[in-house]
């Protein structure tokens, strides 16, 4: 063994925690040939070696002598020197980052053949033909990786060649044919470069090594990054590694073998084999591999060993692993081994089979899945892979796939539903007025706005497949058409499928397959192992969470399906939805009021209505929490568009007294921001009666429950709270009118009264409107708007993209809650409040509240619970429980 050095380790010299500085690559092959597995020889440059050589433009000076020292070493294990003429010894060099980014990288293998040692080789091996077939693989990777050859240049001389013989097949060119490629490649490098391909094995080596380094900022590997979210600064490692040979004969071959089934997690050996072939072959799939059992058949020595290995591996990794293995004359190699990607299915399997066979505790499977992998399984997907190309890309807002005709409006949506037919409702983007076609219809289509438009926020709310921000669409609603950027026309009628999770829209109905996991998420019935294995998990995290996970719901429907999903309570209902449709006329009769008596009218009108609401959602929630927001959007957002009202009044033959009213109404309430405008509790004080007629409609209902024999438990909300003033003024009417209703019914009505934190200067002041409030319920939508200052919708459609390809955003702050900024606020907040008021009761309620990595933010700030759309429930649960584990709470010890 030899010393370890800064910049090269010797394979035995490492191990598996060493991911950082040997890549994830080379510390497995550190830790095999610590466990013992028959690893070819070899040794590791660090990534350390590779930050440098990527800052200053050169390796470290050290980086050479290390290099040759370990070459030195294993040039004396394996009792061959690097390239000697008679008997060469081979090394492969492999990029190898600390998280895996397959086929980002260079690999260049058969360093150390030249004119000299491919003879060498050939008269050792036996074989003539695997000898120039070694050097021609040679002299193309390190041509096009390593002196910028275009590799299409080299792929035409095979080319050229196999059409001369009239074959197809890499295989049937022999010795000669070969032989004569080799002196065209390197006529071709040295044509291309004005050099010649280096004759020097340790030249060879060392430009390789330089060229793996370069390789981590080439274009693909900086995308992918991208796309992964891994940071640009890590660098690879590189693993320098004895070659062994899969390609001498049909008792050689190579392969990948993973200890289960990545795919389904079913328990047992699973993998490809491929007969007389190197690594790379399995990868270009020049030829088809045959099942890993077949090697058992094959070479039955080999395959009981590969088995062995894999099940030391696993139980040493106590995890999936993979491996790439090479026979060479019967000797079986294990050439890598990692901790194996796996779908979502078999992720929970895994996982689930681990800790029933002992491997794993609870907690620790617990830990090997996540709420993104069960959304994957939460929802339908299409049966079978499409085999069109997709006509729009959009973003992914709302997952599940569904199948339906496309209208225009609400309106079509609605009737054709009417009809028991299943729509796709398409719009430039959504707004509150298009809510009952979204209802009606199987998914939304837009083309403007993110993951966090009306169209994605509410289509998620109620589970229907959303594609938004398909920018490329042309949409004409007054034509009733589409046109895609490939010229196809859409028009109303017209059958669409549309993909959710994956953002995709395609022509025509593609088959179905409902989601197992979705079923049973909501029916509790296992139906197989993989149901089993999800249910297991979050009865795991039932079990550690302190978290609890209410719902964001506002009709009884979905109130007892979020029941069904496991949701302990609503945290939020919002009111306005309950004002529109039929009612938008008893809302217009308020707001166009000319004076109290005919506002109490209306007011009087609605409350029967509203009553009607909360006693359903109080019944489907019976005995568990419902938080009631108060009326929170502007008042104009229920009347209709100025220009089209004032389009209709222009061509109206007779004006229509009530149109103009309505008109003068939407002029007066006209805003430049309605965002930060008379809007939230502004408008429970700003207009008489509503906070009264709202809060009675809670109390009788409350009543109404109680005398049904029911355990109503409704909390008031007041929103877009920023001075507890405002928040005095609105509880003292609340509590008046609750008194009131107690009074007039002989009830006792104990119903909490709390604010939502959704304006900085809230989160600010927390400490004085704590005094004032039961309850925090944190408005993380407005919260990360009013902290950034920025317009969701606006942002979204305009320079969201911008930012978010600039890295100001790693996520959008709309999906991911901003800790730093927006997660700050609420740890003051949270802070403050409890130090005021200890029996302060906290929350969120924002569409983070749904949102993985946010609940461990909300866990560690100690909140009490978060609250979210019925169907992102159990990817609450699950992460709530996950925190409990991994996360610790700083703000308090709750
Ligand atoms: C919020 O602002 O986070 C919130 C839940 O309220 P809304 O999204 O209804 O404004
Ligand atoms: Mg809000």
Redesign the pocket.
Known sequence: MSTPTTYVYEFADGNREMTGLLGGKGAGLAEMTRLGLPVPPGFTVTTEACRIYLETGQEPPELGVEVARALAGLERAMGRDLGRPDDPLLVSVRSGARFSMPGMMETILDIGLNDASVAGLAKASGQERFAWDSYRRLLQMFGHTVMGVDGALFEQAIGAHKAALSVTDDHALDAAELAALVEEFQAIIRRETGEDFPQDPFEQLYRAVRAVFASWNSERARVYRHREHIPEDLGTAVNIQTMVFGNLGPDSGTGVAFTRDPATGERGMYGDYLPDAQGEDVVAGVRDAVPLAELKDLDPRAYAELGDHLRTLEAHYRDLCDVEFTVERGKLWILQTRVGKRTAEAAFRIAHDLQDEGTLTADESLGRVGGTELTRLMFPTFATRPADVPLAHGVPASPGAAVGVVVFDSEAAVRRAADGQHTVLVRRETTPDDLPGMIAAQAVLTSRGGKTSHAA?VARGMGKVCVCGTEALAIDPAARLFTTPAGVVVREGDTLSVDGTAGTVYPGALPLAPSEVGRCLETGEDTGPLTEAVLSALAHADSVRRLEVRA?ADTPEDAARARRLGAQGIG?C?T?HMFLGERRSLVEAMILARDDGAREQALAALLPLQREDFTGILKAMDGLPVTI?LL??PLHEFLPDRTELAVRIARAPHPDAHDRDLLGAVERMHEENPMLGLRGVRLGLAVPGLVTMQVRAVAEAVVQRLREGGRPRAEIMI??VGAVEELRLARAEAERVLAEVAEETGQNLDCPIGT?I?LPRAALTAGRIAAAADFF?????????TTWGLSRDDAEASFFPLYLEKGVFATSPFETLDQEGVGRLVELAVEAGRAVNARLETG?????GGDPESIHFFHRAGLDYVSCSPLRIPVARLEAGRAALTDVTTSDSR
Do not use: A, I, K
Not at 844 to 848: L, S
């Open positions: 926020v964001n939020l919002r306005e927001r929170d959007p929103p877009l939502m959704e319920s944190f408005g993380t939508n407005d919260l990360t708007q969120v309620c924002g569409e983070h």
